[in-house]
């Protein structure tokens, strides 16, 4: 059975770090790309970085770029987000995401979700 298990969110402080982990499991981990969507109450579910197969490239929104890091663990199964200097507005429900083959930054093509985990951040 294909999981993906997300866990670390939580309520920080403007300028705080935190970091997500997803832990993967019920297929092959590395035929897939992976990435970490957010996605707020009344709004669609946005994209926040990506990573390849092989771990090689990365791939993040402007929005984070310089202030997220995105890396997967072969040996766990499981990728990570770090996200530093945060900001009120990324405050959200953050859901890790696999697909098959190659990255996508689109949420209709993901293959596998995982459940989500709140991050709050308070001014």
């Known amino acids: 059975q294909v999981q993906l298990v997300e866990s670390g969110g939580g309520v920080v402080q403007a300028g705080d770090s935190l970091r997500l982990s997803c832990a993967a499991s019920?297929?092959?981990?590395?035929?897939?790309?992976l990435g970490w969507f957010r996605q707020t109450p009344g709004k669609e579910r946005d994209f926040v970085a990506a990573i390849s197969q092989s771990g090689g490239t990365t791939y993040y929104a402007d929005s984070v770029k310089g202030r997220f890091t995105i890396a997967r663990d072969s040996a766990k199964n499981t990728v990570y987000l770090q996200m530093n200097s945060l900001k009120p507005e990324d405050t959200a429900v953050y859901y890790c995401?696999?697909?098959?083959?190659?990255?996508?930054?689109?949420?209709?093509?993901?293959?596998?979700w995982g459940q989500g985990t709140q991050v709050t951040v308070s001014s």
């Open positions: 019920g297929w092959t981990f590395s035929r897939y790309a």
């Open positions: 995401a696999a697909k098959r083959d190659f990255v996508v930054r689109v949420p209709s093509a993901i293959d596998y």
